[in-house]
């Protein structure tokens, strides 16, 4: 990497010890439930490692790397599944039903899987 690579990365990381390291909030959470996932013994940090890598080099993604935790979402969610851990159809009802409780909830208020107006059975 040159100078100027290392330069230009650098300006992607936080200002300051007090800067966020997240730009969302569910960066984060998905970032602690991949880290609580592992400490279970449920994968190890090569298949995660492996899962990331295949998302994050996959066709469509960024070249500035803003859409990092999305591919870091879906690689948790493929390994699981692939896993047997969880099935797809379990995963793909679950992100319905938080897309339906976001549009249930008003404006400024947290958004709760209580909000699906059609909760998962």
């Known amino acids: ?12 990381l936080p ?3 007090d800067a966020p390291v997240f730009a969302e909030p ?10 609580a996932l592992h400490d279970k013994g449920l994968f190890s940090w090569g298949e995660w490692a492996q899962a990331l890598s295949s998302q994050v080099k996959g066709p469509g993604a960024a070249a500035d790397g803003h859409d990092y935790y999305e591919h870091w979402l879906v690689a948790l969610e493929s390994l699981l599944v692939s896993k047997g851990l969880t099935a797809r159809a379990d ?25 699906d107006p059609r909760p998962i059975r």
């Not at 990497?1 to 992607?12: L, V």
């Not at 569910?26 to 880290?35: D, G, H, L």
């Open 91 to 115: 995963v793909d009802a679950m992100a319905e039903a938080w897309e339906r409780a976001a549009h249930a909830t008003p404006h400024g208020k947290p958004i709760l899987l209580e909000n």
């Open 15 to 17: 200002l300051s010890v």
């Open 1 to 12: 990497m040159s100078r100027r690579e290392a330069n230009d990365h650098a300006a992607d």
């Open 26 to 35: 569910w960066q984060a959470e998905a970032f602690a439930m991949t880290v």
